[in-house]
C-alpha cells in the first residue's frame, strides 16, 4: 500500500511559450520516468497540432518516481495548457492536485495568462512553487522578473526557483521543492471509494477512458463503478499509471492519479467533475 506521505500531486501552470512542457521534459528525463532514447521535445503533448504550434491544448497527467532523503516518492505531474482558451482545462487539473509550479520567463516576466492561472490556483488553495524560467538567455532579466513574482504572490526572494528548462540547470531544485513545500494529499484510506473525474475522452479500440484522482478508498480493475451524478453504471476494466504511457496495475489508491478504462459507450455517462464509485454502495434505480 503506497503511503500518502509519499505521494505529491501537482500540475505546471504558466502563459503559453514560458516552457511549461520543456520543464515536464526535464522532470521525466530527471527521475528517468523515460528512456533517454525514447525521450522527445514536447513529450506529453501528444497531439500533431501540440507538436506542430509548440502549445500544450490537451491536460495530461503523468507519474514519476522520485528519491528524496533515501525515501521514494510518487510524484503526480499534470501539464495544463497555457493558452487562454484553455483555463478550464487548468481549473480542472488544478482540482485534482495540491500544490502547483508557477512557471515564469524570466526574459519576459509576468504575463496576463500567468495571472488567470495564479488566481486560479489560489482560489483552489494550492501551495504555489515560483520558478523562473529561461535563465541562460541573453535576454533574461532575473531581478525585474523576480521582483514581479514576490508583489505577485508576496513570497521571499529565495522561494523563487532559478532554472533554465532547456539544459536541465536547476531542475534538481524543483524536484526537491515539490517534495518539501507541497503538502502529502489527505483521504480515507479505508473510506467508501471515491475518485474525481478530471478529464474523460473516448478511445476508438478501447471505450471512454477516465483521468481520475482517487481521494478515498481503492478502485480496483474489473469492479463495477457509479458515476453519482450522472447515475451511470459500468465496469472498470482495466486501471492504472500513466508513464506518461498506460501502465497498468491492479489497484488504484487514495491520494493516486491515474486512468480508468470503462465499458461505457460515451463520455456523456462520465462527465468531468463527476466522482466515480462503487456499484456495491447504490441500487439500481
Known amino acids: 500500500m503506497t503511503d500518502l506521505n509519499h505521494i505529491r500531486n501537482f500540475c505546471i501552470i504558466a502563459h503559453i511559450d514560458h516552457g511549461k512542457s520543456t520543464l515536464a521534459d526535464r522532470l521525466m528525463e530527471q527521475t528517468a520516468t523515460v528512456d533517454k532514447r525514447q525521450m522527445k521535445s514536447q513529450l506529453l503533448d501528444s497531439m500533431e497540432l501540440e507538436q506542430e504550434r509548440g502549445i500544450t491544448?490537451?491536460?495530461?497527467?503523468?507519474?514519476?518516481?522520485?528519491?528524496?532523503?533515501?525515501?521514494?516518492?510518487?510524484?503526480?505531474?499534470?501539464?495544463?495548457?497555457?493558452?487562454?482558451?484553455?483555463s478550464y482545462e487548468v481549473s480542472r487539473s488544478l482540482a485534482a492536485c495540491?500544490?502547483?509550479?508557477?512557471?515564469?520567463?524570466?526574459?519576459?516576466?509576468?504575463?496576463?495568462?500567468?495571472?488567470?492561472?495564479?488566481?486560479?490556483?489560489?482560489?483552489a488553495d494550492l501551495k504555489i512553487i515560483p520558478v523562473l524560467n529561461k535563465i541562460d538567455l541573453p535576454a533574461a532579466d532575473v531581478p525585474k522578473a523576480s521582483r514581479e513574482i514576490i508583489e505577485l504572490l508576496g513570497?521571499?526572494?529565495?522561494?523563487i526557483l532559478k532554472v533554465s528548462a532547456k539544459t536541465g540547470e536547476g531542475v534538481e531544485a524543483v524536484l526537491q521543492a515539490v517534495v518539501e513545500r507541497i503538502p502529502a494529499p489527505q483521504g480515507e484510506v479505508?473510506?467508501?471509494?471515491?475518485?474525481?473525474?478530471?478529464?474523460?475522452?473516448?478511445?476508438?479500440?478501447?471505450?471512454?477512458?477516465?483521468?481520475?484522482?482517487?481521494?478515498?478508498?481503492?478502485?480496483?480493475?474489473?469492479?463495477?463503478?457509479?458515476?453519482?451524478?450522472?447515475?451511470?453504471?459500468?465496469?472498470?476494466?482495466?486501471?492504472?499509471?500513466?508513464?506518461?504511457?498506460?501502465?497498468?496495475?491492479?489497484?488504484?489508491?487514495?491520494?493516486?492519479?491515474?486512468?480508468?478504462?470503462?465499458?461505457?459507450?460515451?463520455?456523456?455517462?462520465?462527465?468531468?467533475?463527476?466522482?466515480?464509485?462503487?456499484?456495491?454502495?447504490?441500487?439500481?434505480?
Open 155 to 159: 513570497c521571499d526572494e529565495s522561494e
Open 98 to 123: 495540491e500544490g502547483a509550479i508557477l512557471i515564469v520567463d524570466a526574459s519576459q516576466g509576468v504575463q496576463a495568462q500567468t495571472l488567470a492561472n495564479i488566481y486560479l490556483a489560489l482560489e
Open 57 to 86: 491544448i490537451k491536460l495530461t497527467p503523468v507519474t514519476m518516481k522520485y528519491r528524496h532523503n533515501d525515501a521514494e516518492y510518487m510524484l503526480n505531474l499534470i501539464d495544463t495548457p497555457g493558452h487562454v482558451d484553455f
Open 190 to 285: 479505508d473510506g467508501p471509494t471515491r475518485a474525481l473525474i478530471f478529464d474523460s475522452y473516448y478511445d476508438d479500440y478501447r471505450g471512454v477512458v477516465l483521468y481520475v484522482r482517487v481521494v478515498d478508498g481503492q478502485l480496483n480493475k474489473s469492479d463495477a463503478i457509479y458515476m453519482m451524478a450522472t447515475k451511470g453504471y459500468g465496469l472498470a476494466l482495466e486501471v492504472g499509471t500513466l508513464t506518461p504511457h498506460m501502465k497498468p496495475k491492479e489497484q488504484l489508491e487514495t491520494g493516486e492519479i491515474g486512468y480508468i478504462v470503462t465499458n461505457l459507450k460515451t463520455t456523456r455517462e462520465a462527465r468531468v467533475g463527476d466522482t466515480v464509485t462503487l456499484k456495491k454502495y447504490f441500487k439500481k434505480d
